[in-house]
């Protein structure tokens, strides 16, 4: 616990209906009543959603309280239960020891070594998609989310499993659907059915768990007989690496209950972010034609007429990867992360009651004109070395922060430097003129809501 003030005092509430506090309010727009609440208090403020005491952090250095210096205080909050229904006792949803040991344990599948021979096989799957694009009709839209979802998606499986999903992407794709509405809905609602009465979205909850499950265990048993691994690649994947970890103490080896939760955990962590951050950096590069001209002949410069990059080409992929953050920075996936306060905490003279949820939100500091000059601009140099030196660390947490930082940040921001590179090299990117209008969905990710269409067109350089 940080040490109390001499005096302190009740965070701000924010003025709500009896009974339901503020939750219609949030539900009904959640992105514009978290901006209301930054535009009115200044520190931070108290709110009740669907029933819980919520205190919503405006600053980075509370942020970087909550996250980091006093991260003992502070456990997962009860979202990542609902997550937990699914994902188990994975590395994004367990706690404490048993967390720690865990992280350990996958942490050296994550190091730069590692994350270098997977860059040739990042850019091999950015190929194929490519070569569906070249043969696609121009005067047609092109379903971006869906192509985005579909390649981080064979991208982290082949990355993690050696192995990928075929045919069965579609079939992902919905179910990971269906998951995030049951979720959503979970996360909004008063009363929630228990998930063994078969209420339509409960069944469709179940079948989608089951789907996905199958499709793990199916790649946890032909590993274990060893009947898929590409012979070409050259390292041992995460799979490999916690079949093989043994405890420490007891030299046992991991549950196929505790196989499942991680390798369930990295399969949805490490894709449907990566996706949307894809998707929302093209989405702006088609408006704003100057910077993808200048990610163009970075590529040209950096790659080549046909290079394809590798882990030391794509480091100097520098302008790319700008305009990768500066795409995070206005549409962060993870647009709210959760703790709940274990003990009394203090933010300045503000007193945190124990027990309550405490939310960091990498959308609210994006976006908050303290830290950020026109922050609803789109401007890649925001992120040149020497204007990242010059902010708050924690003014920008596109990963978290803290012990809890996303263990794939670094794979993460290498995926999408390859594929950006690779993609706009290639190809220009137009919105569509009408009947297409692009707004954020904040669901448990933020992605465009009802997928992102845009037209597609080969670059004439190419
Ligand atoms: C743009 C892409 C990504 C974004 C924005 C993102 C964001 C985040 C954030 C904010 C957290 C922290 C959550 C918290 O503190 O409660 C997190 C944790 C995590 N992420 Fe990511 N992530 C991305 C990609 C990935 C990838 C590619 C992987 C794996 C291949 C991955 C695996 C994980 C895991 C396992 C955790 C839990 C780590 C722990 O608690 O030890 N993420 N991610």
Redesign the pocket.
Known sequence: MSSPPTSFRRLPAHPGLPLVGNTWQFVKDPLGFLRQLQARYERAVRVSLVGRDITVLFTAEDSRQV?QENNRNYQ?SEA?RVLAIFLGN???T?EGDF?RR??KL?QPA?YKQRLALMADMMAQQTQQLLSDWQTHDPAQPRNISADMLGL?LNI?TR??FSTDVGERVAGISAALDDIMHYADHALKSFVQVPLKYPTPRNVRFRKAVAKVEAIIYDIIQNRRQQKIKYPELRYDDLLDMLMDARDEETGESMSDQQLRDEVT??FM???E??A??LSWALYLLAQHPDVAARVRSEAHEVLGEAGVPTFDSARRLTYTLQVVQEA?RLY???WI???RALEVDYFGEYEQPKDGIVLVS?YLLHRNQNYWDRPDVFDPERFSEAASKARPSYAY?????????????N???L??QIVLALLVRAFDFQLLTSGHHVAPEPMV?IRPQGGLRLRIRTSFKH
Do not use: D
């Open positions: 996250l997962k990542y994975g590395l994004l367990s967390w865990q992280r996958a994550f981080t982290v990355a993690l955990t990295i962590a490490g894709h972010t990566t949307n951050a995070m962060p996936p993870a992360v959760g703790r990498p947490l596109p990963f978290g922060g803290g012990p809890r930082l996303c263990i794939g940040n794979f993460a921001l995926e999408m990710t």
